[in-house]
Every structure is written in C-alpha cells, then in structure tokens.
C-alpha cells in the first residue's frame, strides 16, 4: 500500500496472535521457539488471512522468519508496545511508577518504534500496517503514554515506512479524547468488548455494532478496523460474572461477530488465537487467560470444532 494512493485494506479473517504457552511470557522473557510458532501458524494458515501481533520483539522476529521460510499466506498488522510515560493513578490494577522507570521506559519505547520501522521496511510483502502502540490512552491503562507522545511516534513512523499507520484503542476514547489523533492517522482501529461491559449474549451483537458506528459515523472520512473483538469461555468473577462467559457463549458471538464482518466488509480481527496462561493474575480462571478460540495445548474449542476435527 502506498500512503499517497487511497486506503484499501481488503476485507478478511482476521485474527490476534501471541504463542506464548505454559511456562512463557514476555515478562520473564522465555519466548516460543521457531517450531513452536510454525505449529501455530500452520494451524491458522488455512482459515485467516490477517494476524495482529502486538510487539517487535524476539517472538514477532520469528513469526516473521516463519511465515517468510514456510512460505505462508499471513499479512501482519504489527504493532510497537509502548509502555507507560506517565502515572496513571486511576488505574485500578497498578498504574504507578518512580521518575527512573518513566524514563527508561521513554527510551524503550523509542527503540520499539525504531523496531517497527525496520521490520516494516524489511517485510514489506507480510506487514500491510503499522500501529503505534495499544490502549495507551484509556483511562484505565496501566501502561498511559501523552497524546503528544502517541502523535510523536505516529509521525516518526509514517516518516520511516510506507504502510499505513494507526493506533489500536477501546471505542470510546475515539468519540471525544482521540480527536487530534485521528486526524494523525491513516484509519482508526477500535476495541469492543460487550462481555466486559457488562452484556449478555442476546445484547453483545447490537452493542458491537453500536460501538462500531459511532466511531464510523463521526468520522465518514476515515476507514475504521476492529482491532480486537472477542468472548472468553471462563471467569473467576472478577470483572466477568462466571455465568456470562462459556464455550457455548463464545460460540455464538464469533458467528454473530464474523457474519456482519463479512456482510458489512469491516475488518475484524477476533480476540484471539491461543489462550495465555501468563496473563493476569495467578488465578487458574483468570478471564485474561480464557480468550482463545483454542486452548493453551492448541486444542480447538467448541466454536473451533467442525473445522478442526483433526486436532
């Protein structure tokens, strides 16, 4: 895609992909392996044509190498994680961090976006787009970036590479606080979570949507992507009532969610691939834990069954 050329991004299923697995996580560092990464893409390479990765680190390097070598027909939105530039006292699970670690993290998140733009610049065949980070700017983020920040790093990217460019975040920051950024960016990427907010599954489509068209339609001028779209199958009740999230559930969301994607052309990626167990709290039923449409052993999960009766 050329920035100077009109925005199409071709409707597709997509999907939201990590690998991390028992016994992994970005915070200790311990990263999927080559082999483990082409399971995974091998398992999704038949049925989506679209991954999001979220970070350019070492298990972005090999998703990369691997759709690459294994010659796989995967187009990457990737994304820079940029962590916290500022305290964010009202963020209910930890928003706080001394002068010190603020600015390492400034740096760190120059270096991302230096990242971003070389694996742009080095894959331009896989990576049709770029974001310049991920709910950084909600009010509840444990990770708060300025807005002058976040338009900095827009900026710096669409300096270095040619892909477009946006900036993954909940729906309704985008309604009002996210004004100056749209006008930044090449289309708007958004989050919907209904089994968050509190709907059930007779209520979850229609709100999708809500959250979809009130974006699109106060800002006709610019292509808008759902980023992340999904429902978990499990819940200690923390944030999600136990009773609102299943297998059964997740089922009927995805085919709701998928059926207008395809019948409306958005690009929908869906909240995501592969359970991860490194998320959240150490509870077993953490629902951070619980989104994947298979679980952490690749196993596909009811919604996943019939097209995936051999695994």
Not at 35 to 60: A, F, G, N, V
Not at 99 to 111: D, G, P, S, V
Not at 152 to 180: H, S
Not at 292 to 298: A, H, K, M, Y
Request: charged share 25%; proline share 5%.
């Amino acid at each position: 895609m050329n920035r100077n050329e009109p925005l199409t991004i071709e409707p597709g299923k997509a999907i939201c992909y990590s690998g991390f697995r028992e016994g992994q996580s970005p915070d200790t560092g311990v990263y999927p392996t080559y082999e483990q990464i082409k399971e995974d893409l091998l398992i999704l390479h038949d049925h989506w044509k679209y991954l999001r990765l979220y970070d350019c680190d070492e298990q972005t390097d090999l998703v990369l190498e691997v759709i690459r070598k294994e010659k796989l027909d995967f187009k990457v939105m990737l994304g820079a994680y940029i962590g916290a530039e500022m305290n964010n006292f009202g963020c209910p699970w930890g928003g706080s961090y001394s002068e010190e670690e603020l600015i390492q993290n400034k740096e760190r998140n120059q270096t991302q976006i230096y990242k971003l733009i070389k694996l742009a610049n080095q894959y331009p065949e896989i990576i049709f787009s770029l974001s310049a980070g991920n709910e950084a700017l909600v009010n509840w983020s444990d990770h708060y970036v300025p807005m002058e920040s976040v338009i900095k790093y827009v900026r710096m990217i669409k300096a270095g590479a040619k892909q477009p460019v946006t900036f993954c975040e909940n729906y309704a920051p985008w309604l009002d606080k996210l004004k100056a950024l749209v006008d930044e960016v090449d289309f708007i990427s958004i989050h919907t979570y209904p089994v968050w907010e509190y709907k059930n599954i007779h209520e979850a489509m229609e709100y999708t949507k809500q959250n979809y068209y009130s974006v699109a339609d106060k800002y006709p001028h610019k292509p808008v992507v759902i980023t992340e779209a999904g429902w978990a199958t499990n819940s200690n009740g923390r944030g999600i009532s136990s009773e609102n999230v299943s297998q059964d559930l997740q089922e009927i969301y995805y085919n709701d969610l998928i059926g207008w994607s395809e019948k409306e052309e958005v690009l929908t990626f869906v909240f995501e691939a592969f359970d991860e167990p490194w998320k959240g709290s150490q509870e077993p039923m953490e629902p951070e834990k619980h989104w994947g449409l298979f679980t952490v052993d690749r196993k596909p999960k009811k919604v996943m069954r019939k097209i995936y009766t051999e695994l």
